[in-house]
């Protein structure tokens, strides 16, 4: 008997509703079975159809004797690349099944095809711990390898280009260390319509192949975009049936933009010295007793808890630190002149992992645009037709995060709630995005004097810096005063129509904060760890 998929829902702690994904299991006995997550687009569209992949997969697994779950999250939306509010539909997918199957999370592994192969190449590089395999089909990593006479085939903006890195893979290449990967593309796949340049998966093997990472790559001849032939699926469902992770490797490297994409293993990044650049520690036991570390651009990291039951030396940056008990958790931070030193600093009033920024961290958590209400008429016109336009806007083109030459799109339908009807319990627990100066919103005029910024006049001062002109507007982040897990988000002008210029911001490609006054740019940039100016 072939095995029967079904629709399940799960509760999301995003926005507390209900959320289908798709579920096929060879059998429901006790014994934990291996997973396979398929992040192919359109799994919302045809929830039927996405029913059937599962079932599709798991026949394999079955014809060939072999147990396993299949799931298929929907990412919210089709063109959302299973990032950021996509990303969570993921993994709280992978809890969901968890709860209900026998799993084995050593045998978690991961495929899709097309924006589901870019999905894939992006997951196992920003969750390097949690995949023990992955098979992208004809997936894209690179922002660069989408040229064409001109420019790219999107858009970009100056200010977008370290989100682009920070959600590229071939930009975080080092985190596939202990993740091998099936790469599939077609021979003849180009940039025309959905279609993915073929380079994008020739690089990725030419990179994993530098480093001596675990890889296959198969090129089909005489084939476009559609890559994923019978043949060679089967082997891929074969080939991810036997992958398993090692959960406690001896060499631990990890790079990353941000804090929010911040741990592999027994290795955390928990503050950067710059932000908006990269950001790397390479770990490395030489012997059972000694661990070598070299870091860039870090300022403060954790090591452990580690397989290591015995005290260890630890080398970082070349200097020494002697015999160190690593089954918890030890971290260190360089001071101004570059020298580490051990013990517990306090973060709470600094940047760390669940209070980074950049903008397009609000779109993880519980998000509610909050338009100020008690101003003038024209303050509260233009506060709320701003904020019920990002709706439309931040869901048809997803944020900014698109699928190469195609914008993408998903599900999401931010929350509008005007300033004067927020609720205490949903102003505490969610991120807000806040439109108005203080004279004309409600909320943010709680947090005057809380937060580094003030409007006079035609001047807008933030943090240490100041900006002065008629029609001067921000969009900035900042961690909310009253939820260290949470941010507040301030798009205000010094005149009541002055954030109409910047309704056209892809907010998922946003840095810490942005300045504009009419079509004119005037800064953008990130925070350091002090939430000034770095």
């Known amino acids: 008997m072939m095995p029967v998929g079904q629709l399940q829902y799960f509760q999301s702690k995003v926005d507390g509703k209900l959320h289908p994904c798709a579920v096929c299991a060879t059998d429901t006995n006790d014994e934990p079975k291996p997973l396979i997550v398929e992040v192919s687009p359109g799994a919302l569209g045809n929830l039927p159809g996405a029913v059937e992949l599962t079932e599709q997969i798991a026949g394999i697994a079955a014809r060939h004797n072999q147990s396993c779950i299949v799931l298929r999250p929907t990412g919210r939306g089709s063109g959302s690349v299973y990032q950021n509010y996509g990303e969570i539909d993921v993994l709280e997918a992978i809890e969901h099944v968890a709860s209900n199957y026998a799993i084995d999370r050593a045998r978690i592994t991961i495929t899709g095809s097309s924006m589901g192969g870019a999905a894939t190449w992006y997951l196992i590089s920003h969750y390097p711990d949690l995949f023990a395999g992955a098979a992208p089909f004809c997936g894209y990593c690179d922002y660069r390898l989408w040229e064409k006479p001109g420019g790219l085939t999107f858009h970009m903006h100056e200010w977008e280009i370290p989100s682009w890195r920070a959600r590229s893979a071939a930009f975080l290449v080092e985190n596939l260390a202990h993740t091998p990967v099936w790469i599939i593309h077609g021979q003849w796949d180009r940039g025309v319509g959905g279609g993915v340049p073929v380079e994008h998966s020739r690089q990725m093997a030419q990179f994993m192949g530098e480093r001596g990472y675990t890889y296959k790559y198969t090129e089909s001849p005489k084939t476009g975009h559609g890559c994923r032939l019978p043949d060679i699926w089967e082997e891929v469902i074969l080939w991810l049936l036997k992958q398993r992770k090692q959960r406690f490797p001896d060499h631990v490297p990890l790079e990353t ?245 910047g309704s056209h911001l892809d907010m998922q490609l946003l840095p810490d904060y942005i300045i504009y006054s009419g079509g004119q740019l005037l800064d953008w940039g990130f925070w350091g760890n002090d939430w000034k100016s770095q």
């Open 257 to 501: 933009y941000n804090l929010r994409h911040n741990q592999s293993y027994w290795l955390t990044v928990d503050q950067l010295s710059h932000y908006g650049e990269r950001g790397a520690v390479n770990a490395r036991f030489v012997k059972d007793s000694h661990l070598v570390v070299h870091t860039e651009n870090i300022r403060t990291f954790s090591l452990g808890p580690t397989h290591k039951r015995e005290p260890v030396d630890i080398t970082i940056d070349d200097q020494a630190f002697e015999l160190m008990n690593l089954s918890r958790q030890k971290q260190f931070q360089r001071d101004p002149k570059g020298v580490w030193a051990h013990g517990n600093f306090d973060l709470s009033t600094e940047k760390c992992h669940r209070a980074s920024g950049p903008i397009s961290n609000l779109f993880f958590d519980g998000l509610i645009l909050v338009p100020g209400t008690v101003g003038t008429e024209e303050e509260t016109f233009f506060n709320k037709w701003v904020a019920e336009d990002a709706v439309g806007y931040y869901r048809s083109r997803n944020g900014g995060v698109h699928r190469g030459g195609i914008m993408g799109d998903n599900a999401i339908q931010l929350p509008v709630i005007p300033d004067v009807e927020l609720t205490e319990a949903l102003l505490q627990t969610n991120n807000l995005l806040l439109y108005g100066v203080y004279d004309s919103n409600a909320v943010l005029s709680q947090f005057e004097g809380k937060l580094p910024i003030t409007f006079e006049g035609q001047t807008i001062y933030l943090s240490d810096k100041s900006y002065t002109g008629d029609g001067t507007a921000v969009f900035a982040i900042f961690p909310h005063p009253s939820n260290p897990e949470r941010y507040v988000a301030v798009h205000a002008g010094v005149t009541p129509d002055a954030i109409c210029w």
